[in-house]
Every structure is written in C-alpha cells, then in structure tokens.
C-alpha cells in the first residue's frame, strides 16, 4: 500500500526523513545533527541512517562488535556477526572456538561450530599450518561464509596436499570474504583451489600457490561479481586458466594482484576468460 509522501520529508534538507529524526531523538529542524554523531560509535548519524544502523546504539545487532568496527572489516552491522577462532596447534577440536584460548583445531570442526544460519559468521584462522582431510574439500550452500587470518598469508597456509579443493561457495546469500591466506597443493576441475558458483566474494590478500586444475583456474568463478586485491598467483597450473578462470555472466575486478609463472595446457595461463566481462 501507498504510505504516503510524508514518510520521506525531510524538512531541513541534511539527508535524514523526518520520521527517522524524530524516532532516533534527533531534530528533523536541525541539517547540523547530521554530521553529529550520537552514540559515538565513530560514524555520523547520516552515515548511520545509510547504512540502515540505529543513531542511538553504537552496537545495532547487539553482538559485541561496534557498528563502526564491522563496517571496517565488512561486517554487516545489522546481522549477529559471530567470531570462531581456529589454531592448528590445538590437541583437538573440543574448544567451544568461541575466543582464542578456546580455538577449534580443524575448519571442519570451525564449520560444525557455526550455531545459527541465521548468523553472519566468520572464521578467524590463526597462524600455522592446515592441512589433512578436516581442512579441506568444503561444500557450502547459501553461505555467506568470511574466512580472515590474524596475522597474514605468510604464516597462514592451507595445504591441500595435491588430493582436493580448498572450498565450493554455491549460491550466496550475501557476500563472502576470503582474507589473509596461502592456499597451496590443491586439485580438482574447475577451481584446484577455490570454486565460486553464484556467489558474491572478496578475495583479498591470498596467495595461491601450486594448484593444479584439470580443467579450469586455481580460483574459478561463475555467475556472479569478484573482486581480488592483492593476491599473488604464482606456479598454477590447469587446462584453461592456470591462475583464474572465469565463467558464465561472472564480472571480476582485479586490483594491485600479481600472476607468476602460471601455466595452461590450451589458453589462458594466467587469466582465461568464457562467456564474462
């Protein structure tokens, strides 16, 4: 049904409707309280008002994280953002993974961990080595899975030991993140790596290393928008698109990435693109 204009008025002109002023105990009179910042959580109320968070709670989904913060680290301010915490070095995965003294040992154990689909989760992987069947050949369905290292690629490596992919992202709900890693050894068709099927994805700061793909790219994508920044690519191998292969209506930005010593059998050693932009 028609609400009615008056829903979306804004008297003095600052960005903000004047119900949403007057609901937040702003002044729908006032363009200076835009820029104000009543919470201070760090963002203007007008920011506040964009991003659809709430001017007089710096914490809007209640889940410990300040608006400011996950909008820094692309969190969704208004979803539950929960943190599970993964060593290697831990003797099993009996921690509950929820801080890092308590840090699951296995990203199967990370995966089982996540309580809620309605949960906007993210893996935080700590340094070390991962490797073995329980951390690798993952299949996720409407997912909006975020995996981010502590401290970097260099000391952040998944080890695929030349038998499986890293992971399968299937039909997205909303976007997913891959930050911080070195992911190496790995094997498959489409994607030895990591495999995007209709998902939105950032891949950023990743290293892939020594993959090798039957058919088509360590990092494959298909049917939908990636974006990559500063990721290295180097020794991959596959049929078509050594390094990154792209499909299908998939739109790709690529900024401040390298590709070395990448190879194809057919076309494309670096880059192999089919039917995209």
Do not use: W
Not at 11 to 25: L, M, R, W, Y
Not at 128 to 141: A, H, Q, V
Not at 266 to 273: F, R
Request: glycine content about 12%; aromatic content about 6%; overall charge negative.
């Amino acid at each position: 049904p028609d609400i009615g204009c008056q829903e979306f008025s804004d008297s003095d002109g600052d960005g903000i409707p004047d119900a949403v002023e007057i609901a937040a105990g702003l002044d729908p009179l006032d363009a200076l309280d835009a820029s104000g910042d009543m919470d201070g959580d760090g963002l203007t109320n007008l920011s506040e008002y964009l991003n659809g968070t709430n001017p007089g709670s710096s914490d809007t989904d209640n889940d410990g994280i300040a608006d400011n913060l996950e909008l820094a680290q692309g969190y969704d301010p208004l979803s539950y953002t929960q943190i599970i915490y993964v060593n290697p070095s831990r003797p099993d995965d009996t921690g509950d993974g929820l801080s890092e003294n308590t840090a699951k040992k296995t990203l199967a154990g990370a995966f089982l961990a996540d309580s809620s689909p309605c949960f906007e989760t993210v893996l935080m992987l700590m340094p070390g080595t991962y490797s073995g069947e329980s951390n690798r050949n993952f299949t996720l369905e409407e997912s909006d899975i975020k995996i981010r290292s502590t401290q970097g690629a260099a000391t952040t490596v998944i080890d695929l030991g030349g038998t499986a992919r890293f992971i399968h992202l299937r039909n997205g709900l909303r976007e997913s993140l891959l930050e911080g890693l070195t992911i190496r050894n790995g094997s498959a068709d489409y994607g030895s790596a990591i495999h995007l099927d209709n998902t939105k994805a950032v891949v950023r700061a990743c290293i892939f290393a020594d993959n090798h793909a039957s058919q088509r790219g360590a990092l494959f994508a298909k049917d939908e928008t990636i974006t990559l920044v500063d990721c290295l690519f180097k020794h991959n191998r596959g049929d078509r698109g050594g390094a990154l292969a792209l499909a299908g209506s998939c739109s790709a930005t690529v900024g401040n990435s390298s590709f070395l010593g990448n190879d194809a059998a057919s076309s494309g050693g670096a880059l192999y693109l089919y039917d995209t932009s």
